[in-house]
C-alpha cells in the first residue's frame, strides 16, 4: 500500500514452502471496515455463492440434458463474464501528452486517431481477452453480445449502444474500428447483433421486446450506414471498398494499404456485408413500424438499397409482419413492378413459401444448391469441425497474382499464417473461425425458414446423403461443437497434442476457447485466453427451445 493510502491498487506478497505433491491455501476478503474475524463464516459463504451461480446457469440451461455440452456452454459464458474490463482512452489528452513528462513527437497530432480527439472513453467493455492490455474490436464485441444476452441482457444491450455514442462514433459516423487505428473499418455487423439481442431478450422476457433499446440503436446506425455508402463507394455504383474488413489476409493484397500500381479494389466481402446490412436495418425498421408507422418509409428506402447492391444475402419477411405494414408492402409490389431490372435479382419474392413467408435474397435455389455444393465439400471448405475460412483446394493449387514486379500468392494454410504479410498474425487462409461458421449456421436456418422440408441438399458432397437445410446447419453446429467434446478416445480437439491438458484431471475439463482453430485437426491456436467471439458456442448448444436458438433462426 502506498504511504499516502491512496489509489486503487495493492499487492500482497507471502513466503510458503510447498513440498512435492503438497498444497497450500490463500484467502482473500476485500471490506470495507475491518473485521476480527474476517474468514469465520468464508467457507459457507462461498458454498452459498456456489449454489446461487448452479442454479443461475440451471435456469439458463433448462433443457439442455448432456453433461458435456453442459459444461461447454457454461465455461463459455462464464469466460463472457470474466472478459469485463475497465476501459480508458482520453484521446485529446493522450495527444497532449502527460503532464509530468516531456511532451509527446510532434507526429503524434498527426499520426494514428488524430483525427478523433473527441474520444473520451471511460466504460466497463467486452474485452477479447482479459491477458492483454485492455482493448476493444469493434466487430469483435458486436459478435460478443449474442452470449452476452443470455446471462446479461442489460449488459449486452449497452454494448452496442456505447460505440454508437458521441465520445466514441465520430462525427462523420464511423464507428471506432479498434484502439491501434479508430479508422480502419471493420465489417458493419452492428445492426446484425443489435437485432439478434433484440430477438433473443425478447423471447425470454415476452411481450414487445426492448424497443426503447431498438430505437435508439437504429438512429445512430442509420448514421453509421450513411458513412459506408459516402465514404466506401468510391463511384457511386453500390461496390464497396473498405480496407480491412475482417479476414484480412484471405486476399492478395494488404488491402488497407496502398495497392500496387495505384487503383482499387472494388470487394466482393465489403459489398456482401453492406447488402447483409441494408437488410438488418430494414428488419429493425419494420419491426419499428408495428409501433410507429413513421418508420414504413425508412424500410422501404433501406429495401431499395438492398436491390441495388448485387451481392448475395437474404432476408425471409412473415406473412403477418407484411399485414401489419401494409406501406411497406406496397412500396416493396411497386418496386418490383415497376423496376423489373431490380426485381429480377429478388429470388421468389412473388412466390409464397413455406408458411406463406416471402424471400428476399440474391442468392436463388438453384445458386445456392451450387454454392452449397463447394461448401460441404470435404475436399474444400467442409472440415470435421466447421466450415474452413479457405478452400483446402488450395494447398495443392495456390492462387498466384503478379503486378509491377510483386508477386502474391493465396496458399491454404490450416493453422498460422506462413506469410509476414499483414504483421504475420492474420489467419484466415484455412483456420475455423467462430464468427463466420455462425453467420452461415443462422443464414441456413433463415433459407429453411422459406423452403421448408422439401428442399434437400446433398452432405457432405458426394456422400449420397441429403438434409434439408436446417439440417444442414445443424451439422455444421455439431461439427463445431465437436471442437470442444471429449471424442471416444477421451482427447478433446482444441487441446491437441498437449498431452497435460488431455490426461490431467486438473486441466482435461477447463477448457480454453481459441481465438480460430486448425482447419484440419481442430486444435485451438492463437490467443489460448480469449474467450471473445469464441463464446458463440454457448448460442449453438442452447436447447432448441431457449431463446438464443430463436434468435440465431
Not at 192 to 221: C, M, P, S, Y
Not at 328 to 344: I, K, Q, T, V
Request: hydrophobic letters at 40%; one cysteine or more; charged letters at 25%.
Amino acid at each position: 500500500m502506498n504511504p499516502a493510502e491512496t489509489g486503487t491498487k495493492a499487492a500482497a506478497l507471502y513466503h510458503r514452502e510447498i513440498p512435492a505433491g503438497g498444497e497450500t491455501c490463500l484467502r482473500l476478503r476485500l471490506a470495507r471496515h475491518p473485521s476480527e474475524r474476517p474468514f469465520a463464516e468464508f467457507d459457507s459463504i462461498v458454498a452459498v455463492r456456489r449454489e446461487e451461480a448452479d442454479r443461475f446457469y440451471d435456469e439458463i440451461q433448462f433443457g439442455l440434458a448432456d453433461a458435456e455440452a453442459r459444461r461447454i456452454h457454461r465455461q463459455a459464458l462464464a469466460g463472457m463474464i470474466w472478459n469485463k474490463q475497465y476501459y480508458r482512452y482520453d484521446v485529446p489528452r493522450w495527444l497532449a501528452g502527460d503532464p509530468t513528462q516531456p511532451p509527446p513527437p510532434e507526429a503524434r497530432r498527426h499520426g494514428r486517431n488524430a483525427d478523433w480527439d473527441h474520444v473520451d472513453a471511460g466504460e466497463i467493455l467486452s474485452m477479447p481477452d482479459k491477458w492483454e492490455y485492455p482493448w476493444f474490436a469493434a466487430w469483435d464485441m458486436a459478435f460478443h453480445c449474442l452470449p452476452l444476452v443470455l446471462v446479461d441482457p442489460g449488459f449486452a444491450k449497452e454494448q452496442l449502444v456505447i460505440l454508437t455514442r458521441e465520445w466514441y462514433l465520430h462525427p462523420s459516423g464511423q464507428i471506432p474500428a479498434y484502439e491501434w487505428d479508430f479508422g480502419d473499418a471493420n465489417p458493419p455487423v452492428h445492426a446484425w447483433a443489435a437485432w439478434q439481442v433484440f430477438r433473443i431478450d425478447r423471447e425470454r422476457t415476452g411481450g414487445a421486446g426492448d424497443l426503447a433499446f431498438l430505437e435508439r440503436v437504429f438512429h445512430k446506425l442509420m448514421l453509421n450506414f450513411t458513412w459506408w455508402v459516402n465514404r466506401k463507394d468510391a463511384q457511386g455504383r453500390n461496390l464497396f471498398q473498405g480496407g480491412f474488413l475482417g479476414l484480412d489476409n484471405s486476399g492478395i493484397f494488404e488491402r488497407s494499404k496502398p495497392l500496387p500500381g495505384g487503383g482499387r479494389i472494388d470487394q466482393a466481402d465489403g459489398t456482401a456485408w453492406m447488402a447483409m446490412y441494408a437488410l438488418n436495418l430494414m428488419r429493425i425498421a419494420l419491426e419499428l413500424a408495428q409501433h410507429n408507422a413513421v418508420y414504413e418509409d425508412i424500410a422501404s428506402k433501406f429495401f431499395e438499397h438492398f436491390l441495388r447492391i448485387a451481392e448475395a444475402m437474404t432476408e425471409v419477411l412473415e406473412p403477418e409482419l407484411l399485414v401489419r405494414c401494409r406501406g411497406f408492402e406496397g412500396r416493396l409490389r411497386w418496386l418490383l413492378d415497376n423496376r423489373p431490372a431490380l426485381a429480377r435479382l429478388v429470388s421468389r419474392w412473388q412466390e409464397p413459401g413455406a408458411g406463406e413467408r416471402r424471400l428476399l435474397s440474391l442468392l436463388r435455389g438453384h445458386r445456392m444448391k451450387l454454392l452449397l455444393r463447394r461448401l460441404l465439400d470435404q475436399t474444400e471448405f467442409l472440415s470435421p469441425y466447421g466450415v474452413r475460412s479457405l478452400s483446402k483446394r488450395h494447398a495443392a493449387e495456390p492462387y498466384e497474382f503478379s503486378l509491377d514486379g510483386q508477386r502474391g500468392v493465396v496458399a491454404y494454410n490450416p493453422a498460422e499464417s506462413t506469410t509476414n504479410q499483414f504483421g504475420g498474425n492474420s489467419n484466415w487462409r484455412g483456420p475455423i473461425w467462430l464468427p463466420l461458421n455462425y453467420l452461415i449456421i443462422a443464414s441456413l436456418h433463415r433459407f429453411h425458414r422459406y423452403y421448408g422440408d422439401d428442399f434437400k441438399i446433398e452432405c457432405p458432397t458426394g456422400s449420397g446423403h441429403y438434409l434439408t437445410i436446417a439440417g444442414v446447419a445443424d451439422e455444421i453446429a455439431q461439427r463445431i461443437a465437436r471442437l470442444f467434446t471429449r471424442q471416444d478416445n477421451g482427447e478433446r480437439a482444441i487441446f491437441g497434442r498437449r498431452a497435460k491438458f488431455q490426461r490431467d484431471v486438473h486441466f482435461r475439463d477447463h477448457l480454453l476457447f481459441h481465438e480460430y482453430f486448425n482447419g484440419d485437426t481442430g486444435e485451438g491456436l492463437g490467443a489460448a485466453h480469449q474467450t471473445g467471439w469464441t463464446g458463440l458456442i454457448a448460442n449453438l448448444l442452447q436447447p432448441p427451445s431457449a431463446a438464443a436458438r430463436a434468435g440465431s433462426r
